[in-house]
């Protein structure tokens, strides 16, 4: 069955310090691969996605993703957060129906 | 450009009530959907649609209906409101025809509480 895990519920990071949210994926095909935030009451945004080519993909915001196959992970990562980050992370992975499969969500909180 | 909108933002009912949550979008995507989030459990997907006049069953169907009667609306009916159905709701839509054909953009929710 297809699903998505981001095995951390909550992540505190202290302002400037580097990040990485954890996610890992079980898909049988070529995976579609993408990262959402979502700020405190607001929609979510996509940040970035993988669907080809370079493993390692940029997206907004400072914010990179590198896609390992042979780990069944797609990580993000920040080398300097800021106080402006502190929102909650999705990962996803689409299906072969347009669907998204989707994480339980990340909570990232930066200490000052 | 609007984006994709929702109308109401809130909205507070009681149980066995109705309502319709409506969503727009001004992108010309085919493709539209609606979720729930629940604290913990991530985005559920309730319905969706690939174009006007389809809808199609997502993992967390019942209780809701959904229409697509034009292809920028894309409406969610609760018919009798349960307590369980208190969440906070999402419509997305995407455009298959697009390089990005998986990436959805969202609406900025509606918070729905059954008393």
């Known amino acids: 069955a297809q699903s998505v895990t981001q095995p951390d519920i909550h992540i505190t990071v202290s302002e400037g310090a580097s990040l990485e949210l954890r996610c890992n994926y079980s898909y049988g095909a070529t995976p579609y691969l993408f990262w959402y935030v979502q700020s405190p009451g607001q929609g979510l945004q996509l940040l970035l996605k993988?669907?080809?080519?370079d493993t390692l993909v940029q997206g907004i915001k400072g914010f990179e993703a590198e896609f390992k196959r042979s780990q069944s992970s797609f990580n993000l990562r920040k080398p300097s957060v800021h106080w402006s980050d502190a929102a909650e992370y999705f990962c996803?992975?689409?299906?072969?129906?347009?669907?998204?499969?989707w994480g339980a969500g990340t909570k990232l909180i930066i200490k000052p | 450009n609007a984006g994709v909108t929702q109308t109401p933002k809130f909205r507070v009912l009681k149980t066995g009530q109705s309502m319709t949550l409506l969503c727009a979008q001004d992108m010309n995507h085919e493709y539209m959907y609606w979720y729930r989030q629940d604290p913990g459990m991530g985005l559920r997907l309730i319905h969706y649609?690939?174009?006007?006049?389809?809808?199609a069953k997502g993992e967390v169907p019942d209780g809701y209906n959904v229409s697509r009667l034009k292809k920028q609306n894309f409406l969610l009916g609760l018919e009798s409101a349960a307590p369980s159905q208190t969440s906070v709701y999402f419509c997305?839509?995407?455009?298959?025809?697009?390089?990005?054909?998986?990436?959805?953009?969202f609406g900025p929710g509606t918070r729905l509480t059954v008393t």
């Open positions: 997305a839509s995407s455009d298959p025809g697009l390089a990005g054909y998986h990436e959805q953009y």
């Open positions: 996803a992975v689409g299906n072969s129906n347009y669907q998204l499969i």
């Open positions: 649609s690939v174009g006007e006049g389809t809808t």
């Open positions: 993988y669907f080809s080519g």
